[in-house]
């Protein structure tokens, strides 16, 4: 059931104002060191009044977007789900997939997949070789259409507005300064911008010439990268793929005669893809718990939760869909009314995060994945699980730990201990026997092998798994499952404390509910984490 209007109708500027607002701060957070600010320096980055600072980051933190840790704010791997519903949508990643892979397999060198950002380059598909001297760009990274071997390509199909706005972007660097969208690109060589366009237009003069571009330490000394085009059919390039390489392994020349022919029948390849793309009727799958979490967030923070940027990031989170949602799509996949759902994809397309095709379809577009995306597609399970576990043992003044099934064993993969005079000494890393643990009872329950009648089972139908002082004397504990994105049991958490602090009772009625709470939260960041980065599972 759609979430029914409860207020005026907003005009479509407030909206605006309100998804600007929030996705200021979420980019803000995204370029600092470690997606991590203070409240101060956030309030200086962002220009918003400090009131209207603590308002986005109540709304936000409550969405599971970021956290607050003392004076910092912090992104948080849910975030990812903006990120992730690009990627979904976007066509070149996924026809791009396994031509890429298997042009890197054939060349042993890097290959990069980009796209067209205004004027920009995005990175959607890495696939990168292990050496000492690796490439180290990520999917989401952009990089200035001057400074490597696409931005030649997309410059051809460049507007005059785009031209006009590259150009106010290079004479803003004038000099050599790093580019601030990609503060890790070392500085370029002194250039007034009038020298730098006159480069860009000689560069894009020759790619249309030779159908291909080169770049012979543009980015960075020693590195260099051979690009051509995917066509589309109305003749621009949606795309373009890359290999990447170092001068210890080749020249410019050498890289280009080596990879040249595999590479543009690798784009030919990613072109038929795209013009055969099977998936335009993909749909999201509409989840009503969506909508009511929403209805109750506002409920519990009243006047500090902000509806449009709440429902605004829902709307844009729902846009998964290769060829795009309408409008009534849109709103049946968030379960909002349908005129709440028009002004946020209106707000989002007038601040560069959506495009509407065929006056009715609503897509992301590049610029989403600067929303966080490349320095939190890297966390591991134990960065993501950790702040929660924190935030239990604070809650409830015991050790908490996760753990995976190692054999007969468990291995414990994260864990925050609390301060006792007396308390449990474990670390990452610590094996013990599964079967008299907590949380290998959990793990263990999810077996094929488990019967129906057996302790075990009654683990499974129960959800938890309670054990006292079998381990160890003293020592008891409660643990609970912690599920992947596709609802198996991937880990196991756990509190134990000393029987002298916690009884059994104590466990159950007081502990076990906010461990539960905790694994949900949990669960849902490692749901979004883990779409498309095999290192954030538990292993």
């Known amino acids: 059931m759609p979430v029914a209007e409860t207020t005026t109708p907003k005009p479509a500027g407030e909206s605006v104002t309100t998804l600007k607002r929030g996705l200021a701060v979420l980019g803000a957070l995204a370029a600092a060191p470690s997606a991590r600010m203070r409240r101060g320096d956030l309030v200086r980055a ?3 009044a400090r009131a209207t600072l603590d308002r986005v980051t109540r709304t936000l933190a409550r969405l599971g977007y970021l956290r607050a840790e003392e004076s910092d704010v912090v992104l948080a791997p849910r975030l990812l789900e903006l990120g ?17 892979r298997a042009l890197a397999d054939a060349l042993d060198e890097s290959v990069s997949v980009c796209v067209p950002d205004g004027d920009g380059v995005r990175f959607v598909l890495q696939c990168p070789r292990r050496r000492a001297m690796a490439v180290t760009f990520h999917v989401g990274d952009v990089l200035p259409a001057e400074r490597c071997a696409p931005g030649a390509i997309f410059a051809a199909d460049w507007d005059e507005d785009t031209w006009r706005i590259w150009r106010e972007r290079v004479r803003e660097t004038e000099g050599g300064r790093t580019w601030a969208a990609y503060p890790a690109l070392p500085p370029a060589p002194p250039q007034t911008a009038e020298e730098a366009a006159r480069e860009l237009s000689d560069r894009v003069a020759r790619t249309a010439g030779s159908g291909l571009a080169v770049d012979d330490q543009l980015v960075e000394s020693g590195l260099v990268a051979v690009a051509v085009p995917v066509r589309g059919r109305d003749g621009r390039s949606p795309c373009a793929v890359s290999v990447v390489s170092h001068t210890s392994r080749h020249t410019a020349a050498s890289l280009t005669g080596y990879a040249l022919d595999r590479l543009r029948a690798c784009a030919d390849t990613v072109g038929r893809a795209l013009t055969e793309d099977g998936r335009a009727h993909e749909r999201p799958v ?5 909508a009511d979490a929403l209805r109750r967030a506002k409920e519990e923070l009243g006047a500090d939760f902000l509806q449009s940027l709440a429902r605004g990031l829902e709307v844009l989170a729902c846009l998964r869909a290769p060829a795009g949602l309408t409008l009534s799509e849109a ?11 028009r002004r946020s994809l209106l707000a989002l397309t007038r601040l560069g995060y959506v495009a509407e095709s065929d006056g009715r ?3 992301p577009l590049p610029r989403v994945l600067e929303l966080g995306y490349v320095p939190l597609s890297r966390l591991t399970f134990e960065q993501i699980a950790r702040p929660h576990l924190a935030d239990l043992v604070e809650r409830v003044h015991d050790s908490a730990s996760v753990s995976v ?14 301060t006792r005079i007396i308390g449990v000494d474990l670390g990452v890393g610590t094996r013990l026997p599964a079967r008299p643990t907590s949380m290998g009872r959990v793990l263990l329950a999810e077996h094929p092998s488990t019967g129906p009648s057996t302790p075990l089972a009654e683990v499974r139908r129960q959800g938890y798994a309670l054990v006292d002082q079998e381990l160890e004397e003293g020592l008891r504990s409660v643990a609970v499952p912690v599920r992947d994105r596709d609802g198996r049991v991937a880990a196991a958490m ?4 000393h029987a002298a602090h916690r009884s059994l009772d104590s466990l159950r009625e007081e502990v076990l509910p906010e461990l539960r709470e905790t694994a949900r939260r949990i669960e849902a960041d490692l749901a979004a984490a883990s779409e498309r980065n095999p290192s954030a599972r538990p292993r």
């Open 494 to 497: 756990n509190v134990a404390a």
């Open 361 to 363: 379809r609503f897509s």
């Open 46 to 48: 962002t220009g918003l």
């Open 84 to 100: 992730n519903a690009y990627l979904a949508a976007d066509p070149v990643s996924h026809a791009a997939a396994a031509p890429a």
């Open 331 to 341: 709103a049946e996949a968030t379960g909002l009314a349908r005129a709440t759902v």
């Open 405 to 418: 099934l190692d054999g007969e064993h468990i291995r414990y993969v994260a864990r925050v201990a609390t």
């Open 286 to 290: 509409p989840d009503p718990a969506r």
